[in-house]
Structure formats: structure tokens, C-alpha cells
């Protein structure tokens, strides 16, 4: 089984590679922010309280979290493999993904990290904003907060997966493409090495 962790901060271009790896390798593409929206939208009890913290830029408590990604995976018995993008994003939902997948004989085979100077993030979400009416991309100080999150709190997950060896930093800016070619180079080395 393939399980890949796509990583990086904020208008990184996470989603737009993920849809872009699930098809190339089938897999299913659990994204934390779009089942969140998901909740929202519906208005259910889960999406009021994940739009609370959301709203103000930070995070969403680990436990809400980690039960709504494992009900995603039950949901997919079948598959070939995930793409975690947005998930885990502190330690101890990475122990707990970790301890999850080893429950289905299965872990994680690669972190990939999309790397983007901050200023370039802030251009692509002020961008984003403008097509996708999401509040927290329209806003220079949510955003920036949110990129602080990201450092502050985020980004210390690599090192869980740098310790185990499957975590690669990949270039994160260019065409949608290139950097696309550049994470299938990496995927297809780890599937050969396997």
C-alpha cells in the first residue's frame, strides 16, 4: 500500500498536486481542510466547532481530527493507498496516524514536503481568494497567521518522519507540472526501493 503524507504550509499547492497523484497512482485523497468544509458547509456540530478555530486561523484540536480521518479510511477498504494532505499537523497525530495505519498493516511510506518561500505563499492564497471566496485567503493578517501556525507548530511533524526516514523536501515552486514531475520522481524511487 502506498500512503504518502503531502506536506507544506498554506498555498504550498498540496491540493492541486494531490488530485494530480490520485490519479496517477489511484489513490484516495484525504484532505483534512475538505472534509472540515465539508462539515461546515452541512453545519454539523463538528463543522461549527472546526469553523471556530478555522476562522481565527489556527488549529483544530487534535481528537476532532484524528476521529474524522480514520472514519474517512474505514470508508475505503479497497484502496490502493492514501495521500494525507493537511494531516497530521502536530506530533502526536502523526503517533496516532502511525498507530491507526499499523492497525490495517499498513504505514506511511513517504512524507514529501513542498517547499515555498512565504512570500510566494502569501501571493498564490491572496490569489486563491479572489476564485475561491474563502475568507481566511483573503485576509493578509490571517494569512500570515496562519503561515506562523504552520512554522510555529507544523512544520516540527517532519521531523517525526525525517527520524524514520521518509521524509523528502521537494521543490515547491514552478509550473504545476514540474513540481508534479519532481513528486513522482520521488514516489517512483520509493516504490522501486520497496
Known amino acids: 500500500?502506498?500512503?504518502?503524507?503531502?506536506?507544506?504550509?498554506?498555498?504550498?499547492?498540496?491540493?492541486?498536486?494531490?488530485?494530480?497523484?490520485?490519479?496517477?497512482?489511484?489513490?484516495?485523497?484525504?484532505?483534512?481542510?475538505d472534509i472540515f468544509r465539508a462539515n461546515i458547509k452541512g453545519e454539523t456540530a463538528l463543522g461549527k466547532l472546526a469553523k471556530?478555530?478555522?476562522?481565527?486561523?489556527n488549529l483544530v484540536p487534535d481528537q476532532v481530527t484524528i476521529s474524522m480521518l480514520e472514519a474517512e479510511?474505514?470508508?475505503?477498504?479497497?484502496?490502493?493507498?492514501?495521500?494525507?494532505?493537511?494531516?497530521?499537523?502536530?506530533?502526536?497525530q502523526a503517533e496516532a496516524l502511525d498507530k491507526f495505519l499499523?492497525?490495517?498493516?499498513?504505514?506511511?511510506?513517504?512524507?514529501?514536503?513542498?517547499?515555498?518561500?512565504?512570500?510566494?505563499?502569501?501571493?498564490?492564497?491572496l490569489e486563491r481568494g479572489k476564485d475561491s471566496g474563502r475568507a481566511?485567503?483573503?485576509d493578509t493578517a490571517i494569512i500570515a497567521n496562519r503561515i506562523k501556525v504552520y512554522n510555529e507548530q507544523t512544520a516540527v511533524v517532519a521531523d517525526f518522519y525525517a527520524a524514520q526516514n521518509k521524509f523528502e523536501k521537494i521543490y515547491?515552486?514552478?509550473?504545476?507540472?514540474?513540481?508534479?514531475?519532481?513528486?513522482?520522481?520521488?514516489?517512483?524511487?520509493?516504490?522501486?526501493?520497496?
Open 1 to 33: 500500500m502506498l500512503n504518502i503524507v503531502l506536506f507544506g504550509p498554506p498555498g504550498a499547492g498540496k491540493g492541486t498536486q494531490a488530485v494530480k497523484l490520485v490519479n496517477k497512482y489511484n489513490l484516495v485523497h484525504l484532505s483534512t481542510g
Open 52 to 57: 471556530s478555530y478555522m476562522d481565527k486561523g
Open 73 to 92: 479510511v474505514d470508508k475505503n477498504p479497497k484502496a490502493n493507498g492514501f495521500i494525507f494532505d493537511g494531516f497530521p499537523r502536530t506530533t502526536p
Open 102 to 125: 499499523s492497525s490495517k498493516n499498513t504505514t506511511i511510506t513517504k512524507m514529501l514536503a513542498l517547499d515555498v518561500e512565504n512570500d510566494e505563499l502569501i501571493k498564490r492564497l
Open 136 to 138: 481566511d485567503d483573503l
Open 172 to 194: 515547491g515552486v514552478g509550473s504545476v507540472e514540474e513540481i508534479f514531475n519532481r513528486l513522482c520522481k520521488a514516489i517512483d524511487k520509493q516504490i522501486v526501493s520497496n
